[in-house]
Structures are given as structure tokens and as C-alpha cells.
Nanobody
Framework: QVQPVESGGGLVQAGDSLRLSCAAS??????MGWFRQAPGKEREFVAA????????SYADSVKGRFTISRDNAKSTVYLQMNSLKPEDTAVYYC???????????????WGQGTQVTVSS
């Protein structure tokens, strides 16, 4: 079973930037996305991107600060996170699936997650 592999998490200060990467090979994933889960909270949608990159979607809480992109030649999706806030602290999960979607149920391949911690 194909499982995406995330990297790039870490501990940063408020206002800093981080770039997450997710490698997902083995089959064609037309939709890829990022979700996050903070302690005691539900896993929530962060960003999604279509195969061509022509369609993207963002949660309101990250719009204007985060940018999702993908490199199909490398089977990799990226999440550039700027102006990080303490409330962005969470485990970030990469998701891949057969179509572009903001819904968790649309994705059938999930990474193990990478921790992002933003200190104030």
C-alpha cells in the first residue's frame, strides 16, 4: 500500500516560516492535500491541490500565509508556511487521493504526520 512520507516539521518561533514536503509515489494521485490535528481537536483541512496545480483550496485560517504546490515529476507536494502562529501548532498530515477535494473522506492514502510547533 502506498503511503505518503512527510518531512520538514520542527520547532519555530511565531512569525517564522517552514516548508513541509510530502513524497507520494507508486500510483497517480490526482488530488493531494494537507490536514492538521492539534491536541484534543479533530483533524482539519489545511490546503489541497489538483493534479495540474491549477486548482487550490485553503482553510480560512491559513489563507494568505500558506501556499501549497506540487512537483509531479518528483511525486511531491509542498506546503510553504509563512507568518506562523502558535495556533498553527499541530501534527500535519499529507493526504493523497483520486481527486481534488477538501474532504478527509476523499483521500485514501495518508502519511504518518510531522509535528509543527510554533512558540510565542
Amino acid at each position: 500500500q502506498v503511503q505518503p512520507v512527510e518531512s520538514g516539521g520542527g520547532l519555530v518561533q511565531a512569525g517564522d516560516s517552514l516548508r513541509l514536503s510530502c513524497a507520494a509515489s507508486g500510483r497517480t494521485f490526482y488530488g493531494m492535500g494537507w490536514f492538521r490535528q492539534a491536541p484534543g481537536k479533530e483533524r482539519e483541512f489545511v490546503a489541497a491541490i489538483s493534479w495540474s496545480g491549477g486548482s487550490t483550496s485553503y482553510a480560512d485560517s491559513v489563507k494568505g500565509r500558506f501556499t501549497i504546490s506540487r512537483d509531479n515529476a518528483k511525486s511531491t507536494v509542498y506546503l510553504q508556511m509563512n507568518s506562523l502562529k502558535p495556533e498553527d501548532t499541530a501534527v500535519y498530515y499529507c493526504a493523497a487521493g483520486p481527486s481534488f477535494s477538501t474532504r478527509r473522506s476523499a483521500y485514501d492514502a495518508w502519511g504518518q504526520g510531522t509535528q509543527v510547533t510554533v512558540s510565542s
